[in-house]
């Protein structure tokens, strides 16, 4: 298929700049995938849409201030890195800005010193930087908590007041160059009327990084490379998925991020989840023949993104570009900071 099939009108006005209040007070577009039927509802409506034995399967994966500005030790001038992935102990793929002027050898001091990083190697696949990190005391980690700033997308051009709104109330390990979205607008209260309504709540992870950022350039799909993002789906998750499916229950999946983890787990020839840690480079396009997501809730994507690519592939290319243009008209708000949309 080609890129321009997903492609779409999104007006800049209807980017969402800051989260609804509280968090589940936002919007929910409800499609039925067999019917096609649009519902309009809000987030805190969702309990409503479940159904007893139902799983939902949440990426509890925390954002880390991954952002870092500081200064090339030679020459004194600014350099940007945008920490994505550790590759070993301190040493981390990391963008960087500007990229071309960052070579190997290059020193970068942050923070007056609180932070060191040395410039081990340009990673062709990417145009990255390996960026190995050391500090006069204490941890690397405590190092880019003091000098870090949380890395809100691009399309997002205003600061929030607190990080912790970037932040599920499921969030755990600090991993992620960005926030799994669709887990934003959940709340501990709609979670407990989620289980009221008898669902069981299962976690993954998935470390959010590099193709979040990087538009689809490539005119075919099948030319696109994704980037290889660290998953974990424990033991307890594939119990959970395994007890739904015995009590007939739907696999509900919060994010596309939790898609990814899911389908990307499964054994090559029994099709069965499995417990695993590893990376992951699944591409999700339509055709791709879907295993263990039953649902999912989302958040509305970018034009010609793989996001958009994997829940047309979900829900079918048609209906969904109908959705968002009745989306659009209705007046939605997209992206991260945006309203929900749920698919079952």
């Known amino acids: 298929m080609r890129t321009s099939d997903f492609d779409y009108d999104l007006p800049s006005g209807i980017i969402a700049q800051s989260p609804t209040e509280p968090r589940d007070a936002c919007r929910l577009m409800v499609v039925d995938r067999r019917s096609g039927?649009?519902?309009h509802r809000l987030f805190s409506?969702?309990?409503?849409?479940?159904?007893?034995?139902?799983?939902l399967v949440v990426n509890e994966t925390r954002v880390l201030p991954a952002r870092l500005k500081g200064a090339k030790d030679e020459t004194g001038g600014s350099v940007e890195l945008l920490l994505l992935r550790e590759r070993y102990q301190d040493t981390w793929e990391c963008l960087a800005r500007p990229g071309r002027r960052?070579?190997?050898?290059?020193?970068i001091v942050f923070g007056d010193g609180v932070l060191k990083g040395f410039v081990v190697d340009v990673l062709p696949d990417t145009g990255?930087?390996?960026?190995?990190?050391?500090?006069?005391?204490?941890?690397?980690?405590d190092a880019i908590h003091r000098v870090g700033e949380v890395p809100l997308p691009p399309y997002i051009t205003q600061p929030i007041a607190d990080p912790e709104l970037y932040q599920t109330v499921f969030a755990r390990d600090e991993r992620s160059a960005a926030a799994p979205t669709a887990g934003l607008h959940f709340t501990e209260s709609l979670l407990e009327r989620c289980r009221k309504a008898g669902a069981e709540l299962t976690e993954i992870e998935l470390d959010v990084g590099l193709d979040t950022f990087r538009p689809v350039t490539e005119e075919e799909t099948s030319e696109h490379r994704m980037h290889a993002e660290h998953v974990r789906v424990p033991e307890r998750c594939v119990a959970a998925v395994e007890r739904a499916r015995s009590r007939g229950g739907r696999v509900v999946a919060v994010g596309t991020t939790t898609v990814r983890a899911l389908?990307?787990?499964?054994?090559?020839?029994?099709?069965?989840?499995?417990a695993r840690e590893g990376v992951t480079d699944l591409f999700i396009t339509p055709g791709f023949g879907f295993g263990v997501v039953d649902a999912l809730v989302t958040n509305f994507h970018m034009p010609r993104s793989t996001l958009l690519m994997m829940v047309s592939a979900f829900a079918g290319r048609e209906l969904i570009l109908r959705a968002y243009a009745n989306a659009v008209a209705e007046g939605y708000r997209f992206l991260s900071f945006?309203?929900?949309m749920l698919l079952l």
């Open 128 to 141: 990255g930087r390996l960026v190995r990190f050391t500090v006069p005391s204490g941890t690397v980690l």
């Open 37 to 39: 039927q649009i519902d």
């Open 45 to 55: 409506d969702l309990p409503e849409y479940l159904r007893p034995g139902d799983l």
């Open 102 to 107: 960052l070579k190997p050898g290059a020193h």
């Open 263 to 274: 389908e990307s787990s499964r054994d090559q020839e029994s099709g069965a989840l499995v």
């Open 338 to 340: 945006g309203d929900a």
